[in-house]
């Protein structure tokens, strides 16, 4: 059975997937974490490269804030921002293709013992209602009318789940549940200020794997999105962004594919330099 690895955030830095990918075993499969893109020297090429290998049935690719922004820049709804490294691929003959290809990305994937999302978990939330609710943004995405979605998506508001929710409240909840998620109350109400570590939070946020009795605790969850931890490797959590685009390593872990294998913390982890960005500090 061949190898499945999970990759943290890419971000446009080709030259280093491409050298992650050759150390990690022949015909590995790859599951990319999302933020394929932006900040970093070649997010047109990434964007091709991730393609191609889904195509080829040999990685796949959930969505990021990153990705997310490039949906609404293509859809006329975001203007560039300073970092921003999205023009090669909005002025690519391609573009239509890679854009309806993003779009079909799914925001959440398991194996029935890892759960893999970008950002984070709300402690309500199970694997299959996790699962579920990805689902309810992939088919909004999916539609052709998925740019009144991204038209209504962004925003921090409502800050907490309800199961109540309807519409473009619903919709944006979960959207910020995995991909922006940081800091959360035990409760699951949300923060999206905080940037920084782990102790960094508001008085009465926690980091959101951290909640006590979170639903997905029993689970391994493998996670992107938060730089500033480094490579985190906790009971049942794995977090794999490591600051590629600034000058950290790209990372890429072994996903369990069993029951024995997924309450182990015992997993090959594979990394490579990361780009040295001209503006990190």
């Given at each position: 059975?061949?190898?499945?690895?999970?990759?943290?955030?890419?971000?446009?830095?080709?030259?280093?997937?491409?050298?992650?990918?050759?150390?990690?075993?022949?015909?590995?499969?790859?599951?990319?974490?999302?933020?394929?893109?932006?900040?970093?020297?070649?997010?047109?090429?990434?964007?091709?490269?991730?393609?191609?290998?889904?195509?080829?049935?040999?990685?796949?690719?959930?969505?990021?804030?990153?990705?997310?922004?490039?949906?609404?820049?293509?859809?006329?709804?975001?203007?560039?921002?300073?970092?921003?490294?999205l023009d090669g691929i909005l002025k690519a003959k391609d573009r239509a293709e890679l854009i309806d290809w993003l779009r079909h990305r799914p925001m959440a994937l398991s194996n029935g013992h890892a759960l893999l999302v970008h950002a984070g978990v709300l402690p309500d939330w199970d694997v299959s209602q996790t699962l579920e609710y990805a689902h309810e943004v992939e088919k909004a995405l999916r539609k052709s009318s998925y740019k009144r979605?991204?038209?209504?998506?962004?925003?921090?508001?409502?800050?907490?789940?309800?199961?109540?929710?309807?519409?473009?409240?619903?919709?944006?909840?979960?959207?910020?549940?995995?991909?922006?998620?940081?800091?959360?109350?035990?409760?699951?109400?949300?923060?999206?200020?905080?940037?920084?570590?782990?102790?960094?939070?508001?008085?009465?946020?926690?980091?959101?794997?951290?909640?006590?009795?979170?639903?997905?605790?029993?689970?391994?969850?493998?996670?992107?999105?938060?730089?500033?931890?480094?490579?985190?490797?906790?009971?049942?959590?794995?977090?794999?962004?490591?600051?590629?685009?600034?000058?950290?390593?790209?990372?890429?872990?072994?996903?369990?594919?069993?029951?024995?294998?997924?309450?182990?913390?015992?997993?090959?982890?594979?990394?490579?330099?990361?780009?040295?960005?001209?503006?990190?500090?």
């Amino acid at each position: 059975m061949s190898s499945v690895y999970a990759i943290g955030d890419v971000q446009g830095c080709l030259v280093q997937l491409d050298a992650l990918i050759a150390k990690l075993p022949k015909k590995s499969k790859l599951i990319c974490l999302g933020d394929l893109v932006n900040r970093g020297p070649n997010s047109l090429g990434t964007l091709r490269r991730l393609k191609k290998l889904q195509e080829q049935g040999i990685a796949e690719c959930i969505l990021g804030n990153h990705d997310l922004n490039l949906l609404a820049r293509d859809a006329g709804l975001r203007g560039s921002r300073p970092l921003d490294t999205l023009d090669g691929i909005l002025k690519a003959k391609d573009r239509a293709e890679l854009i309806d290809w993003l779009r079909h990305r799914p925001m959440a994937l398991s194996n029935g013992h890892a759960l893999l999302v970008h950002a984070g978990v709300l402690p309500d939330w199970d694997v299959s209602q996790t699962l579920e609710y990805a689902h309810e943004v992939e088919k909004a995405l999916r539609k052709s009318s998925y740019k009144r979605f991204l038209a209504e998506m962004y925003g921090n508001t409502p800050t907490k789940w309800s199961n109540s929710l309807k519409g473009n409240d619903r919709l944006r909840v979960i959207t910020n549940a995995l991909t922006r998620l940081r800091f959360c109350t035990p409760k699951g109400q949300m923060e999206f200020d905080t940037k920084e570590g782990l102790e960094a939070g508001p008085k009465g946020y926690l980091p959101w794997f951290e909640v006590k009795q979170r639903k997905t605790e029993n689970t391994r969850v493998i996670f992107g999105h938060w730089s500033t931890l480094g490579l985190i490797q906790k009971r049942n959590v794995s977090g794999l962004d490591t600051g590629c685009v600034w000058g950290g390593k790209l990372t890429a872990i072994e996903i369990p594919d069993s029951a024995t294998k997924s309450r182990s913390n015992k997993y090959r982890i594979v990394q490579v330099a990361g780009f040295d960005h001209p503006l990190r500090m």
